[in-house]
């Protein structure tokens, strides 16, 4: 049977939400750091991939290499008719409108309710939400579930396109989601500075790849990147640092008008 598109991407959604949710129930009930089991099971997940591709049912016709083609009612593609009246290409899709809506979905929820406040709470410090009575392990999960979620909908995003396939030949975990990484610290951590930052580094990943080869090294955009993303990480701790100093200044600044009073 064949899938609207908008089913795909719910079932995509809620399949990435509970793989998000098994690091999460080990760093809310075991203190497991998530970014270790996150890579780990990224890993599982892929090999996970290559198998289930080889199955015969799930196949290409003929090979064992390849997912099947998308069908016509998954795809995302834009409407014939609006693509041959704005003169766009055939390949032309919803995949950037739709990822610029789940960003602003998260900022909603992250800034306008409470369910937001709380996720943030317990990120900042778990053991004060706790003591605030929120459900700081439950929080921990739920934080893990929707990231689970929003990189099972990135995927499900490129393949429903029907631009790539995937390959149970390949042999690494495909580097987007460490791209994601980068944008989100370049985007300030917030949903849609990640979407600016997004575009910032896939023009440079794309563009690095235009470079004339025999002047530059063909890892010259990640290179430029990775300077970016160092240079930010470099402003959070003197920002960290400058306001750890003026908290001191004006502690010792009291301490002595208190002292003369």
């Not at 069908?71 to 704005?86: H, M, N, V, Y």
């Not at 929707?146 to 149970?168: D, V």
């Not at 930052?197 to 563009?207: A, L």
Request: proline residues 2%.
């Amino acid at each position: 049977f064949k899938l609207p598109w908008y089913l795909c991407l719910v079932g995509a959604a809620l399949f990435g939400a509970l793989w998000g949710a098994i690091p999460g129930i080990f760093k809310a009930y075991l203190n497991i750091n998530e970014v270790i089991t996150s890579i780990m099971f990224n890993w599982i997940a892929f090999y996970l991939s290559n198998y289930i591709v080889s199955i015969p049912a799930i196949h290409s016709e003929g090979a064992a290499e390849a997912t099947k083609n998308v069908s016509d009612a998954a795809r995302i593609l834009l409407p014939e008719g609006i693509r041959e009246a704005l003169g766009l290409a055939n390949t032309t899709n919803w995949g950037i409108i739709l990822a610029g809506l789940f960003a602003i979905a998260i900022y909603l929820i992250i800034e306008k309710t409470t369910l937001g406040y709380e996720l943030k709470a317990t990120g900042g410090n778990k053991h004060a939400a706790k003591y605030s009575g929120m459900a700081e392990k439950r929080n921990t999960i739920m934080t893990l579930m929707i990231s689970g979620a929003l990189a099972a909908l990135g995927a499900a995003l490129l393949y429903l396109t029907g631009f790539e396939q995937w390959q149970c030949s390949t042999s690494s975990v495909p580097g987007m989601g460490f791209s994601g990484i980068a944008a989100a610290f370049l985007g300030g951590l917030h949903p849609i500075g990640a979407i600016l930052s997004s575009f910032f580094i896939q023009h440079i990943t794309i563009g690095g790849a235009y470079v004339d080869k025999t002047m530059y090294c063909a890892q010259i955009s990640d290179l430029i990147s990775a300077i970016i993303i160092y240079l930010c990480g470099f402003v959070l701790f003197m920002k960290h640092a400058m306001n750890t100093g003026i908290d001191k200044w004006e502690e010792n600044k009291k301490a002595k008008l208190s002292a003369q009073n």
